[in-house]
């Protein structure tokens, strides 16, 4: 019991020290561009958590979902091709460099040509921007997975798309989780970014609208908002990584203290 | 059952070229406990993939019933050396035991009595549920074991299984095949570098010479069925047989350093 109480106490004290540090700094601010903490936090609760969450918030995080589960699908399924067939990787490793060098953001104007200034064009800028850290780490892991678990595998007919869903993609999982969360935090900024340009409601968009129109108070409870919904992700992603890697991190302790 | 006609392997890359296998040839009969013994570099290894299918010999073939191997064969289990990177981390001990079974396509009511007879076997029936990363390295690769046991294999091939573990535990797990084998009259070979392990445990002991290999004697075991750690070994015929597997295996020194020359991975 006491160590859960010190646990949350670990985790919430620097925060609630820094958020109390503002709050007191700020109290007397008359400065236009820092208001009061109390008053950003007002506009967070009755913007952000109002009228705001429906029009802007929930949109932001519908294209952010369908931009990342894309990547996911796309990335995995041709890591896993590049990763198996030495063929396939020599031919497509130039020209994978070659888009993976390109900064996402300056794909929106283009996007915008083909795909209009909907929610397509966000989607896929998301899904762009955020493969390639997935898709690299795919390619390690499936190319790295065990010869005498491979040879292992062969010997009792476990091959295709057995192979696939008991061996390949299980050993590649570590490596492929390590992929997905820095996928997304790319997928958060490139959600923000593809809201910058052409937009009519998001995140992106309700924060450069607000801070064009010196609504100070709502732009900086706008960056809490998107600081708390990377937060919220990042807390969900741990759960499920958790749940699905128990064996790889069960398997790494037992490694250590042998 | 098991036919080895004529296998050569050479090793070809572009500056050199290696035999690691010249020349072998030997048949194993049905419901035979044979054991390969050669010293460590010899080509073993090869050998044993080349049987299992997991290699292509550059001449000569393997046939299995009458059937030349040409990839894995149904009828064949294989248990490797490296027991913590032959189980899968991701399943318990009953998943990575069943995996197989499921592949054959066997009914799940089947799947369960081989999975629980199996694991029974080897002294297991209590783990089920644990994880193999939870197990010592003894008890790993008795869940091997289980494994190919369960998969009702016409012939069970072992790559010096043993190799890795502490000497008790080999002791307690040499005993364990011999047991295995009477009860489930199953064709092994069982491939190792230890003399005293391949004569306590065969009936038969082929001796390989060093890379490149050939077969350098074929041995009869005239031990009794019935062995014990204490006693089999301790008998003079046991001493004796040991002496004549050694001086075989020890007859020409090998003229250049072979270590040096054999590549990765035909150990």
């Keep these: 019991m006491t160590g859960i109480l010190r646990r949350v106490g670990l985790m919430f004290g620097l925060p609630i020290v820094l958020l109390a540090a503002w709050w007191f700094a700020s109290a007397n601010s008359v400065d236009f561009f820092f208001p009061p903490l109390s008053k950003i936090l007002e506009s967070l609760v009755d913007e952000w958590f109002g009228p705001r969450l429906a029009a ?15 990547a996911v699908v796309l990335a995995v399924s041709l890591g896993v091709l590049i990763g198996t067939s030495r063929t396939v990787r020599g031919v497509l490793e130039p020209v994978l460099e070659f888009f993976r060098a390109i900064p996402p953001p300056v794909l929106v104007p283009i996007f915008m040509l083909f795909l209009g200034i909907g929610d397509g064009m966000k989607i896929v800028v998301i899904a762009f921007g955020c493969m390639w850290p997935i898709l690299l780490n795919t390619v390690e892991g499936v190319r790295a997975v065990d010869s005498v678990l491979s040879d292992t595998a062969r010997t009792y007919g476990i091959t295709d798309s057995a192979r696939l869903r008991k061996l390949v993609l299980p050993a590649a999982s570590p490596q492929i989780f390590a992929g997905l969360r820095q996928g997304l935090s790319v997928a958060i900024i490139l959600m923000v970014i593809s809201e910058l340009f052409a937009a009519s409601n998001g995140l992106g968009f309700a924060v450069v609208q607000a801070q064009r129109s010196f609504a100070i108070a709502e732009t900086w409870a706008g960056m809490l908002m998107l600081g708390l919904l990377g937060f919220l992700l990042a807390v969900l992603f741990r759960i499920v990584e958790n749940r699905q890697l128990a064996w790889y991190h069960g398997l790494r302790r037992a490694q250590r203290s042998s | 059952m098991l036919d080895v006609r004529g296998i050569k392997k050479v090793y070809e890359s572009r500056d050199r070229t290696v035999e690691a296998v010249r020349d072998l040839t030997f048949t194993l009969q049905a419901g035979e406990l044979a054991c390969l013994v050669g ?8 050998l044993l993939k080349i049987m299992s299918g997991l290699l292509d010999p550059t001449s000569g073939e393997v046939l299995l019933e009458g059937k030349r191997v040409q990839g894995p064969p149904p009828g064949m289990a294989v248990v490797f050396q490296e027991y913590g990177r032959s189980l899968f981390p991701w399943m318990t001990v009953r998943e990575n035991v069943e995996l197989p079974l499921k592949q054959k396509k066997l009914p799940a009511t089947r799947r369960s009595e081989l999975v629980e007879e199996s694991l029974a076997a080897v002294g297991l029936a209590e783990a089920h549920g644990a994880y193999p990363w939870q197990l010592s390295g003894g008890m790993q690769q008795r869940v091997a074991i289980a494994r190919a046991v369960a998969y009702e294999p016409h012939v069970l091939l072992m790559d010096e299984p043993f190799a890795a573990v502490d000497a008790q535990t080999r002791a307690d797990l040499e ?3 011999r047991d295995l084998w009477h009860k489930f009259q199953v064709t092994t070979l069982f491939v190792t570098h230890d003399i005293d392990e391949a004569v306590y445990l065969g009936q038969r002991v082929l001796i390989l010479s060093n890379s490149p290999t050939v077969i350098r004697d074929d041995l009869a075991i005239d031990l009794p069925d019935q062995r014990d750690q204490l006693t089999t070994r301790s008998s003079p015929r046991f001493a004796e047989l040991r002496a004549r597997v050694y001086e075989q295996i020890h007859r020409v020194k090998p003229a250049v350093d ?8 035909v150990g």
């Design chain 1, 56 to 70: 802007d918030v929930v949109p932001s995080v519908l294209r952010l979902l369908a931009g990342y589960l894309l």
């Design chain 2, 39 to 46: 010293p460590s570099g010899c080509g073993k290894t090869t």
């Design chain 2, 175 to 177: 005993d364990l095949i």
């Design chain 2, 258 to 265: 072979k270590e040096s020359v054999a590549p990765a991975g």
